[in-house]
């Protein structure tokens, strides 16, 4: 089955500076992945999605991920913080042309932004 | 179309009781997704439906939960006899199958709180 970890609860950056959020997925065929970030009380906004068209994706609010296969993972990254993008983030995936597409979804990361 | 909607967004529900949500897709989406969040985890699927057939339901989904999508809109989700551990955020998706890789649009979400 597949599934993604993202390492890190919590990050902390300060306003400026780069973001990196990480994911690592497990799946024995080509995964379609996503990022998602929530908002508080809020439903979930895709922000970017893989769909092997190509590594380097780009996505809203200045957003990108990288895919790469030899290190299974789809981090996701943003040169410079701004405070709107404290949020919690959560990385996803799906099996690619398996039918009902259904999220499986990692635990999530807080992002902070220091002022 | 102002995208997927949720009511209501909070209940406060004695526990033993029953409670009713109500889940109103994107008009053209033939898919409605319903997953449950719980604090600090990412959304776990629940079951979906592809236009009014109920097509897979998670082995989260006690005999004490039942969704419905009558006429292939909107969607109810229903919980008898509610337990402490039904609290959550109980998150509604819609999505378009056959689109390639899916874009699942979530709405705010309803949160469920049993006393």
């Known amino acids: 089955a597949q599934s993604v970890t993202q390492l890190g609860s919590h990050v902390s950056v300060s306003e400026g500076a780069l973001v990196l959020l990480r994911c690592n997925y497990s799946?024995?065929?080509?995964?379609?992945l996503f990022w998602y970030v929530q908002y508080p009380n809020q439903g979930l906004q895709l922000l970017l999605k893989?769909?092997?068209?190509?590594?380097l994706v780009k996505g809203i609010n200045g957003f990108e991920a990288e895919f790469k296969k030899s290190e299974t993972s789809f981090h996701l990254t943003k040169p410079s913080a701004h405070m709107r993008d404290a949020a919690e983030y959560f990385c996803?995936?799906?099996?690619?042309?398996?039918?009902?597409?259904?999220?499986?979804f990692g635990t999530g990361t807080r992002l902070t932004i220091i002022p | 179309d102002t995208g997927v909607s949720q009511d209501p967004r909070h209940k406060i529900t004695k526990r033993g009781q029953n409670v009713t949500f109500r889940c109103d897709p994107i008009?053209?989406?033939?898919?409605l997704y319903w997953y449950r969040q719980t604090l600090g985890q990412g959304p776990e699927f629940l079951t979906y439906?592809?236009?009014?057939?109920?097509?897979?339901k998670s082995r989260l989904l006690s005999d004490r939960f039942s969704a419905e999508r009558p006429k292939g809109s909107f969607s109810t989700l229903e919980i008898q006899r509610t337990e402490q551990g039904d609290s959550a955020m109980y998150l509604c998706?819609?999505?378009?199958?056959?689109?390639?890789?899916?874009?699942?649009?979530f709405g705010q979400g309803t949160r469920l709180t049993v006393v």
């Open positions: 998706a819609s999505s378009l199958a056959g689109q390639g890789a899916p874009e699942a649009f």
């Open positions: 893989y769909t092997s068209a190509a590594t």
């Open positions: 008009s053209e989406h033939n898919r």
């Open positions: 439906f592809q236009n009014e057939a109920q097509l897979e």
């Open positions: 996803a995936t799906t099996l690619s042309g398996f039918g009902n597409e259904k999220l499986t």
């Open positions: 799946s024995s065929v080509p995964p379609y």
